[in-house]
């Protein structure tokens, strides 16, 4: 009996496949009925039940899993030799339940409509719609710089524990929920994540555990990136699954914290992506804005470039190869470019609002 019911749950996973494959093709059925409807709840299920533990559950179950897999393969080695059929059987079935679970658990956001239209915003922007943005993003960093600092050749440090910007982070949320009602952020569930040490060599400073949707960030990263990147996975948390959207909707929430570090964060994270974007369509451009950035500004970018580079190994392009087609499977097509891709929110949404 049991045998028939793994079958069946392997099987399940053709049915599913194509199910999603269908949702893919509704964004606004997805938006409504699971981005509106069922996930904001089941989110703060799982958020009530598990926010309040001072440690990641998530990391200790992932833990668990790899030990309980590991184990299982040894274990059930000759078995794949004696009754491969059986064994290929129970692989699929496991994940089967996985990939149900992860699906309804959050991935179905992926699906939901692209967040320029809810936000009435256009896809695209030209050079000059970004050089216009991105100066106003110099003035106002510069100025956020000056406010806190006082000169012009020092990096900001945050004196904050990385402990206490966690507590602090849901304040912009709830700040932006004036605005943006669907941004509502309660209750809080982010933690350091417990594989902070493989997690930066792998080049990630977080990422959402989609089965138990605890944010997790990397503990090692420079206290400056806390703020914009600990807002960025409780973005992930709210509903947005695309890397830009949350970079966005991070963004954001940073600067429209009470606290003027985040407001810090926010707007040079802003600034940064925008520079970039520049430098890549006209490095002569680059170099005229770039001299406009305080130097302390560039001091915290040098900062968190160092910081990666001291943890550069020949597996990160690997991983991020595999993170980019996972990304790539789960309708962002440009994979890691994705990130990037902020730029046009960021642009069109900024060219109309005050920085």
């Known amino acids: 009996?049991?045998?028939?019911?793994?079958?069946?749950?392997?099987?399940?996973?053709?049915?599913?496949?194509?199910?999603?494959?269908?949702?893919?093709?509704?964004?606004?059925?997805?938006?409504?009925?699971?981005?509106?409807?069922?996930?904001?709840?089941?989110?703060?299920?799982?958020?009530?039940?598990?926010?309040?533990?001072?440690?990641?559950?998530g990391d200790l179950v992932y833990a668990l899993a790899i030990i309980y897999i590991f184990r299982w393969l040894y274990v059930n080695r000759k078995r794949l030799i004696k009754d491969p059929k059986h064994w290929v059987i129970d692989v699929i079935c496991a994940v089967s339940i996985i990939y149900f679970a992860f699906h309804l658990f959050w991935a179905l956001n992926y699906y939901r409509l692209p967040l320029h239209k809810n936000l009435n915003l256009k896809a695209d922007y030209n050079t000059e719609q970004l050089i216009k943005v991105t100066k106003k993003l110099i003035e106002k960093s510069n100025a956020v710089y000056y406010e806190i600092a006082h000169n012009d050749t020092l990096k900001i440090d945050i004196p904050y524990s990385k402990s206490d910007i966690l507590e602090m982070a849901p304040v912009g949320y709830k700040n932006l929920k004036n605005s943006f009602p669907e941004l509502e952020y309660q209750p809080a569930s982010v933690k350091k994540s417990l594989f902070s040490y493989p997690l930066t060599y792998m080049g990630f400073s977080g990422y959402l555990n989609p089965l138990t949707n605890e944010a997790q960030v990397d503990a090692m990263i420079p206290i400056y990136m806390f703020p914009t990147t600990t807002s960025h996975e409780m973005a992930h948390q709210v509903g947005y699954a695309a890397e830009n959207e949350a970079n966005f909707i991070g963004c954001l929430a940073a600067i429209n914290h009470d606290d003027i570090y985040f407001k810090y964060s926010g707007y040079t994270f802003a600034l940064r992506f925008c520079l970039n974007e520049i430098a890549r369509r006209d490095e002569v451009l680059f170099e005229e804005l770039y001299k406009t950035v305080n130097k302390g500004i560039l001091y915290n970018y040098k900062e968190a470039r160092d910081f990666w580079d001291a943890y550069d190994n020949p597996l990160e392009p690997i991983l991020k190869l595999t993170y980019s087609s996972y990304l790539k499977a789960n309708k962002q097509a440009k994979g890691m470019e994705s990130y990037s891709y902020v730029v046009a929110l960021l642009v069109n949404y900024f060219e109309k609002q005050p920085i």
């Open 1 to 57: 009996m049991l045998k028939h019911v793994k079958l069946v749950v392997a099987l399940s996973i053709i049915p599913q496949y194509l199910l999603i494959k269908w949702l893919a093709d509704y964004p606004d059925f997805v938006e409504r009925y699971y981005s509106n409807g069922f996930y904001p709840v089941m989110s703060k299920i799982f958020r009530y039940t598990l926010g309040w533990m001072p440690f990641s559950f």
